[in-house]
């Protein structure tokens, strides 16, 4: 048994509601077991008796569309991957900035999203590669009108990127 978990984008957000029991029943019934989840914002952790987390991705996510009638985009990582990716966090951590780590399903779109990166005000944001991930340090209150938050946010990244807050990321952990 390995220890993971899902990050499940765009849930309790723009109309899509899940209550988390409701979600930790559907990891259950698809035999995962030890399900918790992490605030209301689609965060589970889980065991599972496979490596293969495209595996547990596609079961997963059909499983969302057929209980919810969504189309659920998931990510699934190791935990010990996301600890991690919290422990490579490139900048320093302030009051008064947010830390996120935006998980990039596609190398491409990773390469993508890292070039748009070149140019941005280090004073409102930066933005550092990682693996498999973008890191960003970006004012309080500028996250959805800076120009890389802008640049996320575009329909053709829905399906393959979600971004969480370092606190949330750590607390996957426990």
């Known amino acids: 048994m390995a220890r993971y978990v899902a990050l499940l984008r765009g849930i309790n957000v723009g109309g899509i509601t899940i209550a988390m029991a409701d979600l930790k029943e559907v990891f259950a ?6 399900v918790r989840t992490v605030l209301a914002s689609g965060n589970v952790v889980f065991d599972a008796d496979t490596a293969d987390t495209a595996d547990a991705k596609a079961r997963i996510e059909a499983a969302l569309r057929h209980r919810f009638g969504y189309e ?5 990582h190791a935990q010990p991957a996301v ?3 919290v422990d490579a966090y490139p900048f ?10 935006m998980f990039v399903a596609d190398p491409a779109v990773l390469d ?3 070039a ?4 941005l005000d280090p ?3 930066r933005v550092a590669r990682g693996n498999g991930v973008l890191y960003w340090d970006v004012e309080r209150g500028q996250t959805v009108k800076s120009a890389f938050g802008r640049n996320t946010g575009k329909p053709r990244y829905k399906a393959v990127t979600t971004t969480r807050n370092l606190r949330t990321l750590r607390k996957l952990q426990v």
Not at 72 to 76: E, H
């Open 29 to 34: 019934g698809l035999d995962f077991g030890n």
């Open 112 to 114: 993508e999203l890292a």
């Open 83 to 85: 600890a991690a990716i």
């Open 72 to 76: 659920a985009f998931v990510f699934v």
């Open 92 to 101: 320093e951590e302030r009051d008064g900035r947010h830390a996120y780590a």
């Open 116 to 119: 748009t990166a070149n140019g």
């Open 123 to 125: 004073a409102v944001e």
